[in-house]
């Protein structure tokens, strides 16, 4: 069994998901995602195609992970480029991409929070990033995924503070709601409209994922636990897709994240 750390266990879960053919949505900043999506282009899906909100293109070919010249990288690949606007409310929904998000709230049924913390908008504690495209996505789309790289209580909660993404609400006509969800701790999805265990990341325990969950967990009949990266896709994350670490920066907070930050940068000579 080769050694990995729980970042790229991540990574090759979303890996795990893209099926060959698939146009997968890549986010602003979203890099654990990135590993997995270019992950499973070179190992079972090499006929993929990458929408690039970053580069506002379609690209075949991906790039490097980075951060200082991230654009550059991206702008370099696409076959064709279009606004953002365009792209959300014409392109993708003709492509039908897969996409994994990555919410600040979520509840049972897999609605997602991504505007603030605080039930009064006007004096939030804390403003979150914002909603994107989200509120345009998640209403029509059949193949969101979600991802959370430090499972809590304070992201996996009982009632959202705000509502930007749409999850399982009885009687919606279009869409799907998400279908999967990996955090650190484990892999869910939503078979019977409510969050439920699938599969736990070794050496994690059902009690403590619970103990970290603010609702109720439903728990499939067939739990097992996640089959471990292999050495050849610790190789290709470390050595090829992502040598600078970038995937590593979503796990990370504080004087370790700038640190980290730092590091990335002056590799990239962008100070």
């Known amino acids: ?29 979203t890099p654990l995602v990135m590993a997995g999506f270019v992950l499973a282009q070179m190992t079972h899906a090499p006929n993929v195609n990458f929408a690039s909100a970053i580069g506002q293109s379609v690209c075949q070919e991906p790039a490097a992970l980075g951060v200082g ?20 409310a014409d ?48 209403p029509i789309g059949e193949h969101l995924c979600l991802y959370v790289p ?16 749409m999850g399982y609400v009885p009687g919606r006509k279009r869409g799907a709601g998400p279908r999967y969800l990996v955090s650190d701790l484990g892999e869910f999805d939503w078979a019977n409209g409510n969050m439920r265990l699938i599969r736990l990341f070794p050496g994690v325990t059902v009690e403590q994922i ?9 728990i499939a009949p ?24 970038v995937r590593k920066l979503e796990m990370l907070g504080g004087s370790a994240r700038k640190d980290l930050l ?9 100070l």
């Open 69 to 88: 010249r991230i654009e550059d990288f991206w702008l370099a690949k696409g076959l064709i480029y279009t606004g953002f606007v365009t792209a959300s």
């Open 150 to 165: 430090r499972h809590s209580k304070v992201t996996f909660v009982q009632k959202l503070d705000f509502v930007s993404g």
């Open 222 to 245: 067939d739990l097992t636990e996640t089959l471990p990266p292999s050495a050849e896709e610790v190789r290709l994350l470390r050595d090829v897709i992502d040598p600078l670490g």
């Open 91 to 138: 392109l993708l929904p003709k492509f039908k991409p897969k996409e994994f998000l990555r919410p600040a709230q979520i509840d049972q049924r897999g609605n997602t929070n991504n505007i603030a913390f605080g039930d009064n908008f006007d004096r939030p504690r804390m403003r979150l990033p914002g909603t994107g495209g989200i509120p345009d996505v998640t």
């Open 1 to 29: 069994m080769a050694d990995y750390t729980v970042d790229e266990l991540i990574s090759v879960c979303i890996s795990r998901q893209v099926e060959d053919g698939e146009t997968l949505a890549q986010g602003i900043n």
């Open 262 to 270: 730092r590091e990335i940068l002056t590799k990239e000579n962008a």
């Open 210 to 218: 619970r103990k970290k969950t603010a609702f109720e967990l439903e």
